[in-house]
């Protein structure tokens, strides 16, 4: 019995590590992302995960229209954002 005992304490203790290790880290950056998505606003500048540099000109509830360059305008989902320059990540 006292077998059992040790082999359960050991899985506990192994998915506590993996929970700390592995698990929480990737919920706080989630919620940094997420975070950076909901606070993006007009004019700000954005690279896309494509590569793409560009300044915000309009946000719709699911999409952005990004400027790209002049009179260049693409409609992106705003998973596509990759980052905003000068904000950490």
């Given at each position: 019995m006292q ?5 359960i ?30 606070g ?13 540099h ?24 705003k ?6 320059p000068?904000?950490?990540e």
């Amino acid at each position: 019995m006292q077998q059992w005992a040790g082999t359960i304490f050991y899985m506990l203790v192994f998915f506590g590590i993996l929970y700390f290790l592995m698990i929480r880290p990737q919920q706080k950056q989630q919620k940094r992302r997420q975070e950076m998505l909901n606070g993006l606003k007009v004019d700000d500048r954005v690279v896309l995960a494509g590569g793409l540099h560009g300044r915000i000109t309009k946000i719709k509830d699911k999409t952005l229209m990004i400027r790209i360059a002049d009179r260049v305008e693409v409609e992106v989902d705003k998973g596509g954002v990759a980052y905003v320059p000068g904000q950490e990540e």
